[in-house]
């Protein structure tokens, strides 16, 4: 069965930078076919898509309210996820999921993705 695990968000004040992870395991073979996203769910929000990655690398997505300041990676040698937070907002503040989906259609809609982690919060104070 495969499982996302994200790692990384804490409590920061505006301006600062984090850095989330997600290690896929369990059956998630040939994790180079796989598109990922990083979302985010704030309290009494829907979740949004923040940024999508191919599986050779290329960046297909990234929200308008974090271009710029967000970064989207992958490594799929150690079937890994990130996501570079920096000059972090309090309006960043959310739950942030790592999501999976095989194929190479990348987009950034919550019912396209078939794997979900169980977040990691990222808070950020003003």
């Known amino acids: 069965q495969v499982q996302l695990v994200e790692s990384g968000g804490g409590s920061v004040q505006a301006g600062g930078s984090l850095r989330l992870s997600c290690a896929s395991s369990g059956g998630m073979y040939a994790y180079v076919s796989y598109c990922m996203a990083w979302f985010r769910q704030a309290p009494g929000k829907e979740r949004e898509g923040v940024a999508t990655?191919?599986?050779?690398?290329?960046?297909?997505f990234v929200a308008d309210s974090v271009k710029g300041r967000f970064t989207i990676s992958r490594d799929n040698a150690e079937n890994a996820l990130y996501l570079q937070m920096n000059n972090l907002k309090p309006e960043d503040t959310a739950m942030y999921y790592c999501a999976a989906r095989r194929g190479a259609i990348c987009g950034s809609s919550v019912p396209l993705y078939t794997y979900w982690g169980q977040g990691t919060q990222v808070t950020v104070s003003s």
């Open positions: 990655v191919l599986p050779n690398g290329k960046i297909p």
